[in-house]
């Protein structure tokens, strides 16, 4: 069974800080991009990051470039979102999501296209002004 298992969410001022974890099981981790969407009420889903775990490339949302830090344990099949400078706009729910060999540079259009492979159950990310 396929699971992506997120933790680390909740209520903090802005300026403040908070990690993400995603724990994966079920699928081959290394032949996948495993990252971040994030949808605030009202708001379209936007892609936040996203990491490949075979050679470590990356991709950051113009959003949160210099604020975020993905990184990923493949001892543990866990990637994390360390989030910092946090924002009132920052609020929103964080959707963990795997796709199967994914072109960084398209993170964010997977989501809109419906093509990512595995979703989370979401965690939700409140900052305060």
């Known amino acids: 069974e396929v699971q992506l298992v997120e933790s680390g969410g909740g209520l903090v001022q802005a300026g403040g800080s908070l990690r993400l974890s995603c724990a994966a099981s079920?699928?081959?981790?290394?032949?996948?991009?495993i990252g971040w969407f994030r949808q605030a009420p009202g708001k379209e889903r936007e892609g936040v990051s996203c990491?490949?775990?075979?050679?470590?490339?990356?991709y950051y949302a113009d959003s949160v470039q210099g604020r975020f830090t993905i990184s990923s344990d493949n001892a543990k099949n866990t990637v994390y979102l360390e989030m910092n400078s946090l924002k009132p706009e920052d609020t929103a729910v964080y959707y963990c999501?795997?796709?199967?060999?994914?072109?960084?540079?398209?993170?964010?259009?997977?989501?809109?296209?419906?093509?990512?492979?595995?979703w989370g159950q979401g965690t939700k990310v409140t900052v305060s002004s």
């Open positions: 990491i490949d775990s075979s050679d470590g490339s990356t």
């Open positions: 999501a795997a796709k199967l060999a994914p072109l960084m540079s398209s993170w964010s259009y997977y989501g809109v296209a419906g093509t990512i492979d595995y």
């Open positions: 079920g699928f081959s981790f290394d032949d996948y991009g």
